[in-house]
């Protein structure tokens, strides 16, 4: 009896990359407050900033300083972590390279023939991703190419993909009713086999509802 290749689940497809993010500490409205600040500043920089402005921005640095925010030692670290969010946001596996897998998601199809099948799709971590959200990482989307087309009537049908996991950096074209867009991605399976995704004993690794 054929055995089944191991399970990944999405968490496995990334890497954990540990820094210090002092922007995660800040609630909701300090993020709004620091973002306001910054365009008030671009804009007085660029001598476009009205007094209203100017004083919105004195209010608010006033407000965080309050609250024990340090704006300028937070804005001095705005590139590092950026830098470091990207890497993060790209970091792949490499043990995963080459091994036959197999894993849950939600088919994003990139086309449909004549019969609504579809063969060519992103795998993606749960419905709404790339659609109603920002993508997600590129490490945390599959390309998918199937041996044989599927018929559904979902634009998120949940599969189990089955096959050679492949890093390889690459971009995909996705339709959308306004327009497409270019989609990052990490991974691929080409000549993957494809199950219609049900609950079982692997239901851990279910893909995730957003």
């Known amino acids: 009896m054929h055995a089944s290749p191991p399970a990944l689940t999405w968490k496995d497809l990334s890497v954990d990359i540990e820094f210090e993010d002092p922007f995660e500490a800040l609630s909701r409205d300090q993020l709004m407050d620091l973002a306001t600040y910054v365009r008030c500043s671009n804009l007085q920089a660029q001598n476009k900033a009205s007094e209203g402005m100017l004083a ?39 043990t995963l390279d080459g091994k036959v897998v197999r894993m849950p998601g939600y088919a994003l199809a990139l086309e449909y023939d004549a019969n609504r099948k579809i063969q060519e799709f992103l795998l993606v971590p749960w419905v709404g991703a790339c659609i109603h959200t920002p993508p997600p990482p590129p490490n945390q989307i599959v390309y998918v190419k199937a041996k044989k087309g599927f018929k559904t009537n979902s634009r998120f049908e949940p ?16 339709f959308l009713i306004d327009g497409s867009s270019n989609i990052s991605v990490s991974y691929s399976m080409l000549d993957a086999h494809i199950e219609k995704y049900n609950e079982g004993p692997e239901a851990e690794v279910r893909p995730a509802q957003h």
């Open 159 to 174: 599969v189990w993909i089955e096959g050679t996991m492949q890093i390889k950096e690459l971009s995909r074209e996705l």
């Open 56 to 94: 919105e921005q004195k209010e608010i640095g006033a407000r965080l300083q309050k609250q024990g925010i340090d704006i300028d030692a937070l804005l001095a670290q705005r590139e590092r972590v950026r830098e470091l969010r990207i890497k993060q946001a790209t970091a792949v596996n490499d």
